[in-house]
């Protein structure tokens, strides 16, 4: 993997990913990308830091479902409104009122809850796996993210984490 961090000469590359490195002596954390494209690292002996603490975090997306939805409620918003509004005609005032007041709840609940969705999907993460690095006697951490809920590449970084730790000792 291509990275611009320098070694020592008795250092050894234990893990390496997009987003963090593991070697015998150090944790390498990505701090951000720089204009020419170089990844920038934040660095910390590893004897500074504690056990990674995997967490879940995100939400699945149902952005098709509120697709579907709001397409119903809008659906059956335009059956009523468009005879309406082109023909002064109310289609479901013959049923009566309980089936109007019904036929409104039902296209005007499908609509809610398919924007609620929709938004839900946009505002909301795509499931992750975030691994918090303690680093001892700060108050901020190291936090480097995966993409799905429990990634194996996380359980590999916890290994290699440990036998690296155990190196030291």
């Keep these: 993997m291509a990275n611009n961090v320098k070694l020592n000469p008795n250092e050894e590359f234990y893990f390496e990913s ?8 150090r944790v390498f954390a990505i701090q951000r990308k720089s204009l ?10 590893i ?3 504690s056990q990674p603490e995997p967490k879940n975090s995100g939400k699945v997306s149902r952005k098709q479902l509120g697709i579907n939805l709001s397409l119903i409620g809008l659906g059956l918003m335009g059956l009523q ?17 309980f089936f109007e007041g019904l036929y409104f709840l039902v296209s005007m609940g499908s609509l809610t809850a398919g924007v609620y969705l929709l938004l839900n999907a946009f505002l909301t993460p795509n499931p992750h796996t975030a691994v918090l ?5 700060q108050s901020k ?29």
Excluded: C, H
């Design 141 to 169: 951490d190291y936090v480097v993210s995966f993409p799905g809920w429990d990634n194996p590449k996380v359980k590999e970084l916890i290994r290699q984490y440990n036998r690296a730790k155990r190196s030291l000792e």
């Design 36 to 45: 020419e494209g170089e990844n920038l690292w934040n660095e910390i002996p």
């Design 81 to 97: 409104l468009i005879p309406y509004m082109v023909l002064q005609v109310n289609l479901l005032g013959i049923l009566g009122g």
């Design 18 to 25: 997009e987003q963090v490195l593991v070697t015998n002596l």
């Design 133 to 137: 690095i303690p680093i001892i006697g």
């Design 47 to 49: 004897s500074d830091t």
